[in-house]
T-cell receptor
Framework: KAGVTQTPRYLIKTRGQQVTLSCSPISGHRSVSWYQQTPGQGLQFLFEYFSETQRNKGNFPGRFSGRQFSNSRSEMNVSTLELGDSALYLC??????????????FGSGTQLSVL | LAKTTQPISMDSYEGQEVNITCSHNNIATNDYITWYQQFPSQGPRFIIQGYKTKVTNEVASLFIPADRKSSTLSLPRVSLSDTAVYYCLVGGAYSGAGSYQLTFGKGTKLSVIP
């Protein structure tokens, strides 16, 4: 089985621009969650999608949004980029039937640099 | 929302057993405890998961006391390739809209010394 694929691997943007990141989950997985990782804050939960519906959202401003398509692929969008948005953005997929004990499979991430 | 606390860093010599403890005092009844390993510039990788007592797989053991307020990841005979950040994650049970919570701690940076 192919793993979780994130594209692009690296991205450089300037302040005020917007960016879209893509995540293809493991085949058959219906849950995709997104995380921001920075040296200072560690791994922070952004949001999670299951069957095209956002099930939960972390404490991030509305500039961070996402969506999931019918094939479970997900995109994350950040508008009006700020310097502090520079981070490694990770996505994870799981089969997530909602019964607990979720095992997350992570992609390698997209390293976003905002100049 | 169960918050986790781990040591920031640990050093160990090759061949030794390493135990990393995670505190999660307000763990919920339906929360699982999961440990992940992360190398630089990569996503975390699942190591082991448990709910109570002891779980063992081919790479690690997980010890969970009866009150479930802490857990200990045990890595037998570590090698240089085990140098990584280890995260304890509590949660994962979805019990209604907006209640799916995942909390990653700051992680423990394990350095294995030759």
């Amino acid at each position: 089985k192919a793993g979780v694929t994130q594209t692009p691997r690296y991205l450089i943007k300037t302040r005020g621009q917007q960016v879209t990141l893509s995540c293809s989950p493991i085949s058959g997985h219906r849950s995709v969650s997104w995380y921001q990782q920075t040296p200072g804050q560690g791994l922070q939960f952004l949001f999670e999608y299951f069957s095209e519906t956002q099930r939960n959202k972390g404490n991030f401003p509305g500039r961070f949004s996402g969506r999931q398509f019918s094939n479970s692929r997900s995109e994350m969008n950040v508008s009006t980029l700020e310097l502090g948005d520079s981070a490694l953005y990770l996505c994870a997929s799981s089969s997530s039937a909602g019964r607990g004990g979720e095992k997350l499979f992570f992609g390698s991430g997209t390293q976003l640099s905002v100049l | 929302l169960a918050k986790t606390t781990q040591p920031i860093s640990m050093d160990s010599y090759e061949g030794q057993e390493v135990n990393i403890t995670c505190s999660h005092n307000n763990i919920a009844t339906n929360d699982y405890i999961t440990w992940y390993q992360q190398f630089p510039s990569q996503g975390p990788r699942f190591i082991i998961q448990g709910y109570k007592t002891k779980v063992t797989n081919e790479v690690a053991s997980l010890f969970i006391p009866a009150d479930r307020k802490s857990s200990t990841l045990s890595l037998p005979r570590v090698s240089l390739s085990d140098t990584a950040v280890y995260y304890c994650l509590v949660g994962g049970a979805y019990s209604g809209a907006g209640s799916y919570q995942l909390t990653f701690g700051k992680g423990t940076k394990l350095s294995v010394i030759p």
